[in-house]
């Protein structure tokens, strides 16, 4: 028996409580520690120093969260959302697109601030210079990889396909971290704080695509 709309809607809060709340208290923790230089950032650079190994492989994946890298396949993806939604005549097809592109823009709205506030000095890979806290290149990754995602699982016809979708995602974000760290560009904690960033900025998205699908839309 296929699952309404307001259906999930009820299991919705305690959910998306959880989804928002951990990330963002994992972000505060790493944001105080490295602000207080404390303890954990003293972890991070022992850690760093045993990963770090430049060579071409890592420069490559890194690369994967470059603007000029992300941005146009998220855009891609939500322009076949765009259009295959207009052709089924779909009330407010513009409206997840737009979402999706919004959050997109968030990023370096809240990225480029905290960096100069924190203004974290980079890795001894690196040319002396600050503003590496949090990773852009990873929240970048996140969100554009991640909203792509969000928008097309719904659109696929097979689980095969919604599990494949979903493990492109997760190789290119995780690849695109792992080519951070390893080539030196970000600290580990730098990493893992875009990814809290994406996962609030993720899961604000998904809970705005749920709210605004019609309620007597059945899901799978």
């Given amino acids: ?16 409580a959880l989804l928002l709340a951990l990330p963002a208290l994992l972000f505060a923790l790493i944001t105080w520690q490295v602000a207080a230089d404390g303890p954990l950032v003293r972890l991070d650079e022992r850690l760093s120093r045993l990963l770090v190994n430049p060579d071409r492989c890592s420069e490559l994946l890194a690369d994967l969260g470059n603007v000029q890298v992300a941005v146009p396949l998220l855009a891609v993806a939500l322009g076949c959302v765009a259009a295959g939604d207009r052709r089924a005549g779909t009330g407010r097809w513009w409206l997840p697109v737009a979402a999706a592109a919004l959050l997109m823009a968030l990023v370096p709205a809240l990225v480029v601030p905290l960096k100069e506030l924190m203004a974290r000095p980079g890795t001894p890979a ?3 210079g600050t503003g590496y806290y949090p990773s852009g290149h990873t929240a970048t990754a996140a969100v554009a990889y991640g909203s792509a995602t969000l928008l097309l699982l719904p659109r696929l016809g097979t689980d095969l396909a919604r599990r494949a979708l979903i493990a492109l995602c997760a190789a290119l974000v995780l690849g695109t971290s792992y080519g951070l760290v390893r080539r030196g560009y970000h600290w580990p904690l730098d990493v893992v704080a ?12 998904w809970l705005f695509l749920r709210r605004t699908t019609p309620a007597d839309q059945p899901r799978r």
């Fill in 194 to 205: 875009g990814w809290c960033l994406g996962a609030v900025l993720l899961s604000s998205l």
């Fill in 126 to 128: 690196e040319p002396p």
């Fill in 1 to 16: 028996m296929p699952i309404t709309a307001n259906q999930e809607r009820a299991a919705l809060p305690g959910s998306i």
